[in-house]
Structure formats: structure tokens, C-alpha cells
């Protein structure tokens, strides 16, 4: 309930806002918008109410079967003549009947249902977190792209403030023709790649307007940061604490129950007794215009002993053993799901402690790019460096900054798969392993 009324007041919101340009949309604000308009998702939804209208109503297979019928019939002789004392020949008649048979298995029948809709829900909210792990990646994605992009229109303005200031002394007779022009080919050597990051970026913006079912011709922009603190996380613990907290492992869990249910039943509905009561009145007249008329009715009780489930190579005996290897097979699919998740676990941890080291690596990378691009600018500047060396150490600055922004995108998005493997958030994780 609280995050319906969350989704609701973050579309009116969004609604207000969306008459000023551009709609500066935070994380939670996508994600809001993503669970209100998937498509898929409102399909599961429907789903899951089928489900629960199912497990609502489980009672109905104790009501009995009732039935009514009525007709009305006319008789008369097709060759003789009809008798002179005949009476009218219309007759009417009419039945109500009920039919109720208990077993066993109707009420296992009826739990069934209910593991079915819980099985249903786990479906659902498994489909709900991977939407809310695949938007905030994908959110994650465009705030380290906006970066790159704006790295890049620095390197660019770098390369057009060193042209402006090569053309200045060239003008006073400081720098010569050819420096202008090296420096200018540099310029507009890195043009090129400005242009296509932009348009990458963009191109990107509308994929994301896309899947949050925004018009195309709203602009939007993101708001966000790629910093989170580096965790120390132990692979053992997380598998000791979450893995029987995955949504998948909840799933096998819920089909072994169904599985063992369906065999409750199978063998209740084939070997126990069934008591079957039923009722019927009746009433006919022989005589439309003759008030007397008569009626009947009955009551029954009877026991049903099935006995084919006894005989071997019946095909109840058949459906059973066919349940019980149902029921195998889904305790054996349980465990295979639980060492993959393991497996799932480990490996997400082992990549985030090379995404962590990488960041340390590319950190150090960028502050000695950094460092030596000034004294580079600063040597040229001096005349003691040509501009090509300039080039070559702004480039490996740019370099550095890039393989650092990819760095931090990375360890985000393995913390996110990770989130979504342990089905647990961010928030759990840093408060217990910062």
C-alpha cells in the first residue's frame, strides 16, 4: 500500500513538472514511473489476481452440483382413434436434484490453490525486482555516460583554449604558423568523438524515455551519483544469511510444497473412500387442467471404495507413481537452483573485489595522468615540450578518467546484481558491510 501511494504521488508530481523542460528525473522518480507503465509487469499483475480470485473462492469444490429441469409433453394415438374417455393428453413434470461427494482430496484440492497464488506472488515480485534492477542500471548507465560526455567537452575545450592561446602568440609573434596549425588539427581531430558520445548519449536518453513509457518529445535529464562506499563483503556469510532469501530458491521451495501437495491429493483422490450424498424432488401432472399432481423425493448417502489404485499397472497406480517422480524432480530442481545460486553469489563477490582493486588501480592512474598533463602544458607552455606531447598526455588524462568513470559504473552495477540476487537493497548491505 505504501508504495502504491508512493508511485501515485510521484506521477501527479511527475505530471506537474512535466510543463517545464527539461523533467530533471531522479532514480526513484524512474523507478516510480517503470513499475506504473511496464506492461509486462501489469500483465503479471492480472496474473497474480487470477490467482488470488482462485484462492479466495478454493471453498467452491464443497458445493455441491445443482440441478434443475422441467418439460412439458403431449401424447396422443398416431393410427387409432383415441379413446372416448381419453383425458387431455398434456403432461407436465419437473426435478430439482443435488449432488455433494467428499474426499479427501477435495480439501487438499483446496490448498493447492492457495501454494499455487503464493507461487504466483513470489513470480511476480521476482519479475517487479529484476524491472527495478534492470531501471536502475540502466539509470546508473546514462549518469556515467553524462559524465563521459562531459569529460569529453572538456578534453574538447582544453584543445580549443590551448588552439586560442597557440593562434594569440602566433599573432605576437611568439608561436610559430605551424604550432597554430598543429594545434589546431588537434582541436578538430577530437571533434569527431564529442559528436558521438553526444549523439550515443541521446540516443540512450530516448531508449530510457522508452521503457518509462515517456513521449518522445519530452526532454528529460538525470540526476544521480555513481559513489556508493566500498563494501568489504564475505561470500560466505552472504550465502549463509541470504540464499534461502532468493527469490528463486523461494520459487523451488514453494513447487516442492505444490508437488508434495498434488501427490497428497493424487493418492487421496485414488485410494481413500469418497462419501457421496445426493437429493432429488420431482413432481408431474398428467393432466394440465387437473389440480391433483404428484411429487417424490429422495436422499441418499453412499461410500465409494476405489480399488483400482490397488492393482499394479492400473492407471491409478500409474498417475501415482508419475506424482511421485513429479515430486523428486522438483526436490532435485531445488537443489540444483540453490548451488547455482551459490555459484551466482561467490562470483558476483569476486568480480566486485576486481571492480574495488580496479578502481584503486585507475584512481592512482588518473592522478598521475593528471600530474603529468600539467607539467606537460606547463613544459610546452615554456617551449620546451611540442604540442604533440601535450596532446599525447591529455589524451592519457582523458584515458585515465574514462577507465576510472568505467570502473565505478561497474562496481554499482555488480552491487545492483548482487542486490537483486540476494533480494535484498543497498541500503541492507552498507549499513551491515560499510
Do not use: C
Not at 480470485?53 to 471453498?59: E, I, T, V, Y
Request: negative net charge; charged residues 25%; aromatic residues 8%.
Amino acid at each position: 500500500m505504501k508504495r502504491t501511494v508512493s508511485i501515485f504521488l510521484i506521477l501527479a508530481g511527475i505530471t506537474f513538472l512535466a510543463a517545464e523542460s527539461p523533467l530533471v528525473l531522479t532514480e526513484e522518480m524512474a523507478v516510480a514511473m517503470a513499475l506504473g507503465q511496464n506492461l509486462s509487469l501489469q500483465a503479471s499483475r492480472l496474473d497474480l489476481e487470477n490467482s488470488e480470485d482462485l484462492d479466495n473462492n478454493s471453498w467452491n469444490v464443497l458445493l455441491p452440483d445443482f440441478s434443475a429441469s422441467g418439460g412439458i409433453t403431449r401424447s396422443e394415438a398416431l393410427i387409432s382413434d383415441p379413446l372416448p374417455n381419453a383425458r387431455d393428453s398434456w403432461s407436465v413434470n419437473g426435478s430439482v436434484s443435488a449432488k455433494l461427494t467428499l474426499n479427501y482430496g477435495a480439501v487438499l484440492s483446496m490448498n493447492t490453490y492457495s501454494l499455487r497464488y503464493d507461487a504466483q506472488s513470489v513470480l511476480f515480485e521476482m519479475e517487479q525486482d529484476r524491472l527495478i534492477t534492470n531501471v536502475r542500471k540502466q539509470f546508473s548507465y546514462l549518469l556515467a555516460n553524462k559524465e563521459n560526455l562531459i569529460l569529453e567537452k572538456k578534453n574538447l575545450e582544453l584543445a580549443e583554449k590551448r588552439y586560442e592561446q597557440t593562434l594569440a602568440n602566433y599573432e605576437n609573434g611568439l608561436a610559430s604558423e605551424l604550432s597554430v596549425m598543429e594545434a589546431k588539427t588537434s582541436y578538430e581531430s577530437l571533434r569527431p568523438a564529442y559528436t558521438n558520445t553526444r549523439t550515443s548519449y541521446e540516443t540512450q536518453v530516448m531508449s530510457f524515455k522508452n521503457l518509462l513509457g515517456f513521449d518522445m518529445a519530452l526532454e528529460i535529464d538525470v540526476e544521480g551519483t555513481l559513489d556508493i562506499p566500498l563494501l568489504d563483503l564475505d561470500a560466505d556469510d552472504l550465502v549463509q544469511s541470504y540464499l534461502a532469501n532468493r527469490r528463486d530458491v523461494q520459487t523451488g521451495v514453494t513447487s516442492l510444497e505444490l508437488e508434495e501437495n498434488l501427490l497428497a491429493a493424487v493418492k487421496a483422490g485414488k485410494l481413500t473412500p469418497s462419501l457421496i450424498l445426493s437429493s432429488d424432488w420431482s413432481s408431474s401432472a398428467g393432466d394440465l387442467t387437473d389440480p391433483d399432481w404428484a411429487d417424490s423425493a429422495t436422499l441418499s448417502l453412499l461410500m465409494s471404495f476405489p480399488l483400482n489404485g490397488y492393482i499394479g499397472g492400473s492407471s491409478e497406480k500409474v498417475d501415482i507413481r508419475h506424482a511421485e517422480r513429479s515430486v523428486e524432480q522438483a526436490r532435485l530442481s531445488l537443489e540444483e537452483t540453490m548451488e547455482r545460486a551459490e555459484q551466482e553469489i561467490r562470483t558476483l563477490v569476486m568480480q566486485l573485489e576486481g571492480y574495488k582493486e580496479n578502481m584503486e588501480i585507475t584512481g592512482l592512474s588518473v592522478d598521475l595522468a593528471q600530474k603529468t598533463y600539467e607539467m606537460t602544458e606547463f613544459a610546452y607552455q615554456q617551449g620546451t615540450r611540442e604540442i604533440l606531447d601535450v596532446e599525447a598526455a591529455q589524451n592519457k588524462l582523458l584515458a585515465a578518467n574514462q577507465d576510472l568513470l568505467q570502473s565505478r559504473y561497474n562496481y554499482l552495477s555488480g552491487l545492483l546484481d548482487l542486490d537483486y540476487a540476494l533480494n535484498t537493497t543497498l541500503e541492507e548491505m552498507n549499513g551491515e558491510y560499510k
